[in-house]
């Protein structure tokens, strides 16, 4: 199975329609998108009612893909995306068949701006404690926040609760975003934050190898 991974798109459209396009040339399976989703457009009472109104624009879009789309939201964004239709569907909390595999989530990230899906490190390591069942060896475990000292940039923004789940729990592969600095691939964590650019990761779950897609 192939997917395409990206996260910290933050918005930006024309990032959104050229992740459609690789995913219709390449012939993935899934996109997945961990987090960070919106901006907040210009002309709005609050940044929260713009971001309202890119997530159903984005839901619209992301329904055309033609693939299953596999969510979760983050730091900066201030709403969820609510989609309608059942080929976009969120993993945060819960776990998600596709074929051989499975897809588990968590959307909350350390204190950063303010934002709603943000909590400190204990609540994050008490809320993962619960989702340990959703996790196995086929299961692609999938956060907006990097794990501690993985792909998390000189400043070490990723979360210590995180290590220790993923490092409890057997999983295939880790995808995430949060720190721009990070993108690419260690061992079996791979960081999608495409920074608002053309960039991706395309991944094979069966054999675990990757390409960097940029555009």
């Given at each position: 199975?192939?997917?395409?991974?990206?996260a910290?798109?933050?918005?930006?459209?024309?990032?959104?329609?050229?992740?459609?396009?690789?995913?219709?040339?390449?012939?993935?399976e899934?996109?997945?998108?961990?987090g960070?989703?919106l901006?907040?457009?210009?002309g709005f009472?609050?940044?929260?009612?713009?971001?309202?109104?890119?997530?159903?624009?984005?839901?619209?879009?992301?329904?055309?893909?033609?693939?299953?789309?596999?969510?979760?939201?983050g730091?900066?964004?201030?709403?969820?995306?609510?989609?309608?239709?059942?080929r976009?569907?969120?993993?945060?909390g819960?776990?998600?068949?596709?074929?051989?595999?499975?897809?588990?989530g968590?959307q909350?990230?350390?204190?950063?701006?303010g934002g709603?899906f943000?909590?400190?490190?204990?609540?994050?390591?008490?809320?993962?404690?619960?989702?340990?069942?959703?996790?196995d060896s086929?299961?692609?475990?999938?956060?907006?926040?990097?794990?501690?000292?993985?792909l998390d940039?000189?400043?070490?923004?990723?979360?210590?609760?995180?290590l220790?789940?993923?490092?409890?729990?057997?999983?295939?592969a880790?995808?995430?975003?949060?720190?721009?600095?990070?993108?690419?691939?260690y061992?079996?964590?791979?960081?999608v934050?495409?920074?608002?650019?053309?960039?991706?990761?395309?991944?094979d779950?069966?054999t675990?190898?990757?390409?960097?897609?940029?555009?």
């Amino acid at each position: 199975m192939r997917i395409l991974a990206a996260a910290d798109i933050h918005g930006q459209w024309p990032v959104y329609d050229w992740l459609l396009t690789v995913a219709r040339n390449e012939r993935v399976e899934a996109i997945v998108l961990a987090g960070d989703l919106l901006s907040g457009a210009e002309g709005f009472d609050s940044v929260e009612k713009s971001q309202l109104h890119e997530a159903r624009m984005l839901t619209d879009l992301l329904d055309g893909a033609g693939v299953p789309v596999l969510y979760l939201m983050g730091n900066d964004d201030l709403v969820e995306l609510n989609p309608t239709s059942d080929r976009i569907q969120s993993v945060h909390g819960k776990r998600v068949n596709l074929g051989r595999f499975a897809f588990a989530g968590y959307q909350y990230s350390l204190p950063w701006m303010g934002g709603i899906f943000e909590k400190p490190e204990a609540a994050i390591e008490s809320d993962l404690h619960g989702l340990a069942q959703n996790v196995d060896s086929d299961t692609i475990f999938v956060s907006h926040s990097p794990a501690f000292s993985i792909l998390d940039g000189p400043n070490t923004i990723g979360s210590r609760a995180l290590l220790c789940f993923l490092g409890t729990n057997g999983f295939r592969a880790h995808i995430h975003g949060h720190c721009h600095s990070g993108f690419g691939r260690y061992e079996n964590h791979f960081n999608v934050a495409s920074a608002g650019q053309r960039r991706a990761i395309i991944i094979d779950l069966e054999t675990m190898w990757h390409r960097i897609i940029a555009g």
